[in-house]
């Protein structure tokens, strides 16, 4: 697997550069503010690189910081994110700005990201939050209404809770209830509440 890369800026996109290295030029998907950084083409460069292998494919994803290398593997981690849209989300939230907007709950922020809607907002909050550990992932559904959360009100209690966090995120009443016989039996509303925005991720 490749790591890094220390080279000349052969050429450059907006979205892909390559680096020569000892006479070997690699293709990298990049992100356009990373490109722009790169300076003038012929300049020496060097990126963080995530080597990303697939069976029809292999990818080299560069970045100008280690913490935005370590944030896109977070986010091609979590459910339903591909490389793409982890890319499209450093685009427009760097790690910083991702972490702000996770702690604050805006999912409005994060429907600025291309291909993100409400619904993969408020889920890609819970997520998120929980992976990149930011205060209390339950909070994170709030921002798509009012509901009100506890983690030991039991499993009827639990399953409540997950019930109307849902509708106020303005999933149909039919598919809640669906979703939510399907919950297990657990009491912890904040894990009943990932589990439920995996499943409808993936109906």
């Not at 999933?171 to 509303?189: F, G, K, N, T, W």
Request: glycine residues 10%.
């Amino acid at each position: 697997m490749i790591g890094t890369l220390r080279g000349t800026l052969a050429w450059r996109d907006s979205d892909e550069v390559c680096v020569e290295v000892a006479g070997v030029g690699y293709r990298v998907t990049v992100m356009p503010t990373t490109s722009v950084s790169l300076g003038e083409v012929g300049s020496e460069v060097y990126l963080h690189i995530h080597h990303h292998v697939r069976e029809d494919a292999s990818v080299l994803y560069g970045f100008g910081a280690i913490d935005e290398r370590v944030t896109f593997e977070v986010l091609i981690g979590t459910h339903g994110v591909g490389p793409a849209l982890a890319m499209a989300i450093l685009g427009v939230h760097p790690p910083l700005a991702l972490a702000r907007v996770l702690a604050d709950d805006d999912i409005a922020a994060l429907c600025l990201v291309p291909g993100v809607g409400r619904k993969t907002g408020a889920r890609l909050l819970v997520e998120l939050k929980n992976r990149l550990e930011v205060g209390d992932p339950v909070s994170a559904a709030a921002a798509g209404g009012s509901m009100a959360m506890t983690a030991s009100g039991g499993v009827a209690s639990a399953r409540g809770d997950v019930r109307d966090a849902l509708l106020s995120l303005g999933y149909q009443p039919d598919e809640v209830a669906a979703i939510v016989r399907e919950l297990p039996d657990v009491d912890d509303s904040s894990e009943l509440l990932r589990v439920a925005l995996q499943k409808l991720a993936v109906t």
